[in-house]
């Protein structure tokens, strides 16, 4: 059985979607310490990968990504999302999680559509499942779990 896909976004949905800028532009955005826990549990079950369309953010956003916690990520546009999302991908095999306006597209189609309580109101209503935690403070650990129940019957690392 080919293993399903997990792509997130990862402004608003990994982290508060906040940027903090000093005089020298973008300085900071604030990732949440449990994410990567609900990630680690899911690793080996199904295929993740992080998307982002923010290039002037896009060093932080590797830095956390892909040099700390070891996952693919592709600077890709919100206009382009949909059309690389499905060139790249099965549709069927799809788990999207994304908060924003040029989500909601994706997160209709794929097979399961998930934002975080945080995200925009249209994302949220497009979702088939909305995280109890808020972006940046566990959304993804929630997912995650929301994912480890309902394609995995709840197995974990532990079990």
């Not at 290039?55 to 546009?77: A, N, Q, W």
């Not at 929301?146 to 019957?153: A, D, G, M, T, V």
């Amino acid at each position: 059985m080919t293993k399903l896909n997990f792509i997130l976004d990862v402004d608003g949905v990994m982290n508060t979607g906040q940027f903090l800028y000093s005089e020298d532009g973008k300085a900071f955005k604030v990732f949440g310490p449990h994410d990567n826990d609900g990630l680690k549990l899911l690793k080996d079950k199904v295929e993740i990968k992080f998307i982002t369309a923010d290039k002037r953010g896009y060093p932080i956003t590797c830095k956390r990504i892909v040099e700390d916690m070891g996952f693919e990520l592709e600077l890709i546009s919100e206009q382009e999302r949909f059309g690389y999302i499905e060139q790249n991908y099965d549709l069927n095999k799809l788990i999207y999680m994304g908060d924003g306006y040029h989500d909601v597209k994706i997160l209709k189609v794929c097979k399961f559509g998930i934002a975080p309580i945080s995200a925009r109101k249209e994302a949220r209503d497009a979702a088939d499942f909305v995280t109890e935690s808020k972006a940046g403070d566990g959304a993804v650990l929630d997912a995650c779990l929301e994912i480890l129940n309902r394609f995995f019957h709840g197995e974990t690392e532990n079990e």
